[in-house]
């Protein structure tokens, strides 16, 4: 059975995919108050003359090295509002939908863990590779950044928290919106392109958009939401984009951080002059590499699955209607 197919398990009416967000994003929003209360704390207590217009602009800079707050602190109450979402998500797929949470990331019975943990290393060696390069290129455009104390903190938040954090975006936007996009349009590419607008949008608010653009930057996550689809649709299930993922944020928070950056962390290695077009570039060859290789190795078979309609025999009109 494939991916998309699946979501005919449990209950599937229209409202109940709008409830289900909804109450996902409260979720979110909830679990984001102690981070919005501690920021606003430490803007107090460092700039009591801010106002709360200011206060508001600072946490959407999301630079906080000016307040007197651990940034690990920052990280671990920053990476809570994910794991209140995914909490929410999990209540509302087991109680409303009355589904398996597991089918949400395998059209298999059994979710694959050894592919997911595999495809973390994988991610993360090529990320190695490709800031290796990048260091060799610019080796200038890098600072050593090790506080033991510091850091050994971060690796523990990052190997606890960030997991989940990348977990509910998988699985809120391709294990349970794009597969919800799939039971109306009846076909894979629509959910495709949608899943990968909304995982760009959501990241919209990042840092990252005003450092190095607007364009270029929902670009780079148009592409990434694309490649996690794909991947999604042709291996039927969520295993190597929720391996991919959790390696690249915790990459990103504990080997390599930069200004700019929406994980501000005493990470090993400062870049002071990131090159994002070498990083987009380099990105979608290595994705073009992957699928290729994925492809031929995983035996997924004809890429015309990406575009086929598909048929739910048991689909009454009223199910979604």
Sequence with gaps: MLFINNKLEGETKWW???????????????GGLPFIVAITIAAKSTFPEYTPTQIQELIKSMDYSKLSIDPNLVLALMLLQFIFGLAFLYLMVRVLHKKRFESLISARNRVNWKK?????????GLMIILEATSYLLSPESYQWNFHP?????????????????????????????MPGIGLIAKNRWIPIILSAIIFAALHGANPEIRQFGLYKMLSYYFLIGVFFAIIAVMDDGLE??????????IFAATIVSFKGSALQTPALFYNT????????LGTAILIVLILVVAKKVLKWGNWSKLWSNIYYPNLDDDLIA
């Design 16 to 30: 109940q995919y709008m409830l289900t967000i909804v109450l996902s994003i409260i979720g979110m929003t909830l």
């Design 116 to 124: 997911m943990l595999l495809s973390f290393f994988i991610w993360f």
């Design 149 to 177: 104390s510091s850091f050994f903190m971060l690796l523990v938040i990052a190997i606890f928290f960030i997991p989940l954090q990348t977990s509910f975006e998988e699985l809120f936007i391709r294990g349970y919106i």
């Design 240 to 249: 190597i984009p929720m391996g991919f993922h959790a390696a690249n944020n």
């Design 273 to 280: 002059d990131t090159n994002t077009d070498w990083m987009i």
